[in-house]
């Protein structure tokens, strides 16, 4: 259905390297959403969904989109699954059906599968079978959620475990000096990676820079580490 090749190949006409052939399986508020941003990103994107209605919906959208049940491993070969770049499990709803498509597509051998998962042990099942990248979009907004409620934290996104980059106001306590001679990351554990004055562009943060009242700043490090800095006085 798709022509085959490998991601790292595939060109935006801009010159810069695109998502390639992906395959999104499972076209909910989660999926859908998922499958429009890669087409607007220059992929290749096939979506299945056993729901007529939203099949229709999506028709003409993405460059191709069928109704089909994903857990028979003999239509999944017939739609060429296997050969795509990449392949998202997106279903929600029915863990079974998540699980049981996760494992044909190991079945298969595909380098790249992404799936969601929608509560922890679900996670953890997707994990032991060996996709390569579960996601859990519900736990991980919840995380970011608290991070935005406390303290003046504007943006919060997780690294990895036990670490995160958060965008902030500029902490009185960091004014006015330049940010070799704060030492963040001996004081506080903490490096400011960028700065955004007022009505300007990000720009790197360098040794010399100076933090003012009205800069934003982004900052990484370990999550309860961000968390306190940003709340400096």
């Not at 670490?163 to 030492?183: G, K, M, T, Y």
Request: proline residues 6%; glycine residues 10%; charged residues 20%.
């Amino acid at each position: 259905m798709f022509p085959t090749r490998p991601a790292s190949t595939a060109r935006h006409p801009s010159g810069r390297r695109t998502p390639g052939t992906v395959a999104v399986i499972g076209l909910g508020r989660f999926g859908a959403a998922l499958a429009l941003e890669l087409m607007h990103n220059g992929a290749e994107v096939l979506g299945v969904d056993t729901d007529e209605s939203v099949v229709q919906e999506l028709n003409g959208q993405l460059t191709a989109v069928v109704r089909a049940d994903a857990t028979q491993e003999q239509l999944l070969r017939q739609l060429g699954v296997d050969e795509f770049d990449k392949v998202v499990v997106g279903i929600g709803s029915d863990v079974q059906a998540s699980i049981l498509v996760a494992s044909r597509l190991l079945k298969f051998g595909h380098p790249e599968i992404w799936a969601k998962a929608i509560t922890g042990p679900h996670a953890e099942i997707l994990e032991q079978l060996g996709v390569h990248h579960v996601i859990s979009p519900e736990h991980d907004m919840g995380v970011r959620s608290a991070h935005l409620i406390q303290g003046r934290v504007l943006d919060f996104v997780v690294i990895d475990d036990g670490f995160a980059l958060i965008r902030c106001p500029a902490p009185e306590a960091v004014q006015q000096r330049p940010l070799d001679a704060l030492n963040l990351r001996r004081a506080h554990g903490v490096s400011v990676v960028s700065v955004r004055r007022p009505g300007e562009a990000w720009e790197p943060a360098e040794p010399g820079t100076v933090l003012y009242e009205t800069d934003q700043i982004l900052v990484i490090g370990p999550t309860r580490k961000v968390q306190a800095f940003s709340d400096l006085d």
